[in-house]
Antibody, heavy 120, light 106 residues
Framework: QMQLQESGPGLVKPSGTLSLNCAVS?????????WSWVRQPPGKGLEWIAE???????NYNPSLRSRVTISVDKSKNQFSLKLTSVSAADTAVYYC?????????????WGQGTLVTVSS | EIVMTQSPATLSVSPGERATLSCRAS??????LAWYQQKPGQTPRLLIY???TRATGIPARFSGGGSGTEFTLTISSLQSEDFAVYYC????????FGQGTKVEIK
């Protein structure tokens, strides 16, 4: 059964770096799927952050590109997110998700989400 | 950048009634349109992809339609578990979501 599980600090200081991991089970990170991060500020809508293919191909939201890095670790069957220079506006529930197929255009499996608060 | 606009922002419907949600794209997205349901405190759930294909396990009362710039999600007879926020999402160079429609009990 396909599952994704986010992990990482729930509190990050302003100007610091947010780092999250997403462990994948029930599928191989090297399968023909793309892997994404999506976030949702409290009480607001969904915002896509970035996606990665196991070959290392990446795609970033233009509004976050300068601060975001997505990477994959095949040995651990997981992928990761780093967001630098965070502010209170980056406080959100962060979800990892799978985008099926090599020409992925939607999200079929989601992690439970992890709340990251940016505060001193 | 393609902007997705969902309407209405809030839809008040009685159980058993039909609900029709709209999603409009600022440019054509072909049929690369998906719909998600999100209940409070829960993860988004894929309902429809390819504008009209129901995802695995989604009841037949959910149907999607449209192409190009105009899309709809129809819930034929609202059940208590259907009251939630619904998001449309397109993919054109990158994924982007609409702002959501909240379906509430009338």
């Amino acid at each position: 059964q396909m599952q994704l599980q986010e992990s990482g600090p729930g509190l990050v200081k302003p100007s610091g770096t947010l780092s999250l991991n997403c462990a994948v089970s029930g599928d191989s990170i090297s399968s023909r799927n793309w892997w994404s991060w999506v976030r949702q500020p409290p009480g607001k809508g969904l915002e896509w952050i970035a996606e990665i293919y196991h070959t290392g191909s990446t795609n970033y939201n233009p509004s976050l590109r300068s601060r975001v890095t997505i990477s994959v670790d095949k040995s651990k069957n997981q992928f990761s997110l780093k967001l630098t220079s965070v502010s209170a506006a980056d406080t959100a529930v962060y979800y990892c998700a799978r985008m099926p197929g090599a020409a992925a255009v939607h999200f079929d499996y989601w992690g439970q989400g992890t709340l990251v608060t940016v505060s001193s | 950048e393609i902007v997705m606009t969902q309407s209405p922002a809030t839809l008040s419907v009685s159980p058993g009634e039909r609900a029709t949600l709209s999603c409009r794209a600022s440019q054509s997205v072909s049929s690369n349109l998906a719909w998600y349901q999100q209940k409070p405190g829960q993860t988004p759930r894929l309902l429809i992809y390819g504008a009209s294909t129901r995802a695995t396990g989604i009841p037949a009362r959910f149907s999607g339609g449209g192409s190009g710039t105009e899309f709809t999600l129809t819930i034929s007879s609202l059940q208590s578990e259907d009251f939630a926020v619904y998001y449309c999402q397109h993919y054109n160079n990158w994924p982007a979501f609409g702002q959501g429609t909240k379906v509430e009990i009338k």
